[in-house]
């Protein structure tokens, strides 16, 4: 499956909640890191989500928020990982910016230079990348 979406992990179904509307998927990638993913119900019983079922978790960099000083148990967002800066380009407008967890999981972000500059991100500096269930989109192979 080739996408446009920078981040792009592959894992097993860990649990899947279904509620009426929409159901919350936990994949298990490498590394003990694990994405929370909502996607409709219907969605969910067509694509087969259930524990063991092999997936691959998209994420648009433009949907990654970059924090420092971040702790994760005060953001509302399901998905966070700590780590450092590993990589930063900065363009004319906007920056592209890697942070990668100590469990090496790599989360890619595009955010504006000024967002760069009044956070203070550079490579090396500690920073954390976090991103919505809502904003992860689950892929199977068929």
Do not use: C, W, Y
């Not at 097993?12 to 994405?35: L, M, Y």
């Not at 800066?85 to 900065?90: R, S």
């Amino acid at each position: 499956m080739q996408t446009s979406a920078r981040n792009q992990f592959s894992g097993v179904v860990a649990q899947a909640t279904a509620g009426a509307v929409n159901d919350e998927i936990i994949i298990a990638i490498n590394g003990g890191q694990q994405i929370v993913a909502t996607v409709t119900h219907d969605s969910a019983a067509r694509l087969g989500l259930k524990a063991g079922a092999k997936v691959v978790a998209l994420v648009k960099a433009t949907s990654v928020i970059v924090m420092v000083d971040a702790d994760a148990t005060k953001v509302s967002a399901r998905n966070f990982v700590q780590g450092k800066v590993t990589n930063l380009t900065k363009g004319a407008v906007n920056a592209d910016v890697t942070i990668t967890g100590d469990n090496g999981m790599a989360v890619a972000a595009i955010i504006t230079n000024a967002s760069v500059d009044r956070l203070g991100l550079a490579v090396g500096k500690p920073a954390a990348a976090m991103f919505k269930a809502s904003s992860v989109i689950v892929g199977v192979d068929n």
